[in-house]
């Protein structure tokens, strides 16, 4: 019995058939497919887009089983033919500035400097950033993550003086209210001078409470070595992990992100940690980047990227065209094996004046930035499952028997075919169901703009 999506939203036990996964993004490896036809995966030579021909079993929300295709009797429960489609686990989104976003329309760059970016952003928190103004434009961030087909991000919430205590107060209130929906995880975001004092203690403090990931910006500064040391001290002492922007400028002499894993094999740290930006790796000399991959590597730190926004802010000068992509060496981290992903980073604002929370925008663009392509490889996990490994998430970013139907469904039934549009046809489906994916009307923020 063959029926439509819209009809299968309602029943609790059906087969999707005949779709399509990228094959690093199964549970466990099990079926290539190559043109039409089919092999058991042992049998088959690697294909050039690594897909997976599979039915996938769902029941009561979750995936109860996941057969090469044809290869089961799927005529007993409803079943839906999903034409070769791509199928995707929903999008872990690890590196998000929800409390800045969506602010462009009443504080845009004046340059698209990241200087620009910083004054700005400075100025519009200082007079506006109250838990309503915080609230509303992140939620509305989720709305849009939600529609797209993200299920877990994580965002950086500005923290300095009385900032932290009304942001992630709203923190604390989204997680709450879109428990089950999105998963939702916090990191305070300063400048890490701000721990070599009381307050910073504080901000600790503060974060333990809220269940949050300790953070902030390191910069090159003759006491760094001693505020990362304090950061893994007060991460230490309150068993968090630690999530830090590093390295977020083309300047070779920036290397922080080497500092850091080195704190955190003095300090035998065994928390998660994660280092983000790491852009000036991409202009320095080979011997420093081995160098510092080398102790990224022994140190167990994992590396987000932010390819748009790292195109945008980097290498930006008035009147002068830009001459490097500003994104750290994805290719070369993963092949020393660090685990990596990509992620959306600032929406709207003046760190980013575009985007829309979209995993599969962050992906399609980070692959055309990045050249993560010719052979795509294992980067789709890179939005999904090892952002959730990077979050503590044993439930997302894969599919397999056991895990919740959480799935994105594409009209594509290629790489090339997925990379190509914007997919805004996509379908979502979360617990098993179909949900709506009409994305909020930014008139909804129109009385926050004024
Ligand atoms: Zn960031």
């Known amino acids: ?11 609790p036990h059906y087969w999707l058939c005949d779709v399509r996964v990228p094959r690093s993004l199964l549970s466990h490896e099990c079926f290539a497919v190559a043109g039409d036809e089919h092999f058991s995966f042992g049998e088959a030579l690697p294909t050039p887009e690594n897909l997976a021909a599979v039915d996938i079993e769902i029941r009561e929300g979750k995936i109860i089983s996941v057969q090469a295709m044809d290869s089961s009797d ?5 079943s839906i033919n999903a034409g070769s489609s791509l199928v995707w686990p929903c999008f872990v989104d690890m590196h998000t500035h929800l409390d800045k976003g969506h602010i462009w329309p009443r504080s845009p760059n004046p340059d698209g400097t990241f200087d620009g970016a910083l004054e700005t952003v400075r ?30 991000i994580r965002t950086h919430l500005d923290a300095f003086d009385g900032q932290g205590e009304i942001s992630f107060e709203v923190f ?10 999105i998963a939702l995880q916090a990191v305070c975001l300063v400048t890490l001078d701000y721990f070599l004092d009381k307050k910073g203690e504080k901000l600790a403090d503060l974060v333990a409470e809220s269940g949050g990931v300790l953070g902030g910006v390191a910069f090159m500064n003759a006491d760094i070595v001693a ?3 304090r950061v893994f001290e007060l991460a230490m002492e309150r068993g968090l992990d630690l999530d830090f922007h590093t390295d977020e400028s083309l300047d070779p002499d920036d290397i922080t992100l080497r500092l ?17 930006h790491c852009c000036s790796l991409s202009v320095q000399s080979e011997a420093a980047v081995r160098e510092t991959v080398a102790a990224v590597k022994a140190a167990n730190v994992s590396v987000v990227s932010l390819p748009m926004c790292n195109l945008y802010l980097q290498n930006r000068r008035q009147g002068r065209s830009p001459r490097y992509r500003g994104v750290t060496i994805l290719r070369e981290l993963a092949a020393a094996d660090v685990k990596c992903a ?11 004046a575009y985007g ?6 962050v992906f399609t663009q980070s692959a055309r930035i990045g050249h993560l392509d010719h052979p795509i490889g294992d980067w789709p996990r890179a939005v999904t499952r090892s952002p959730a490994e990077m979050m503590g998430l044993d439930n997302a970013g894969l599919i397999g028997e056991g895990m919740p139907a959480d799935l994105v469904m594409f009209k594509a039934r290629s790489f090339n075919e997925l990379m190509a549009r914007g997919q805004r046809d996509r379908v979502v489906i979360r617990n098993g169901k179909q949900i709506d994916t009409t994305l909020p009307d930014y008139a909804e923020l129109d009385d926050l703009m004024r």
Request: proline share 2%; glycine share 6%.
């Open 1 to 11: 019995m063959t029926t439509s999506f819209l009809q299968i939203a309602a029943v």
């Open 74 to 78: 799927t005529s007993l429960v409803p």
């Open 123 to 152: 100025q519009d928190s200082s007079q506006r950033w109250d838990f309503e103004d915080v609230y509303r434009r992140a939620e509305f961030g989720l709305k849009c993550s939600y529609a797209h087909g993200t299920q877990a």
């Open 172 to 181: 604390r209130a989204l997680r709450d209210a879109w428990r089950g929906k």
């Open 227 to 229: 505020q990362i040391d």
């Open 260 to 276: 850091v894993a080195q704190a955190a094999v003095q300090h035998q740290f065994e928390g998660r940690i994660t280092c983000g």
């Open 342 to 352: 990509i992620a959306s980073d600032n929406c709207r604002d003046p760190f980013f």
């Open 356 to 361: 829309d929370h979209d995993g599969l925008e």
